[in-house]
């Protein structure tokens, strides 16, 4: 999965938070953000699809539609 590499993120994005919590920490704490936001998409997704419809995501070609299964 492409999102979950911090590299690919912009050095304006990522800077920050390296310097912050250094760049093995960002990927370890990035992984487990990415892994808890498709678990709660793989329980709750209909649920949460419902509640926010269609949505696309600000700078991103990601677009969450209400009734499809996204991941």
């Known amino acids: 999965m492409q999102v979950r590499n ?7 994005m990522r800077s920050p938070l390296v310097a912050i919590y250094t760049e093995k920490g ?3 704490m990035w992984n487990q953000w990415c892994d808890a936001v ?6 709750r997704g209909r649920h949460l699809q419902k509640l926010f419809g269609t949505h696309k995501m600000p700078h991103s070609n990601f ?3 209400q009734g499809s299964n996204a991941s």
């Open 26 to 28: 960002l990927q370890n």
């Open 38 to 43: 498709t678990n709660i998409q793989k329980k």
């Open 6 to 12: 911090i590299n690919k993120w912009s050095d304006k």
């Open 63 to 65: 677009t969450w539609k």
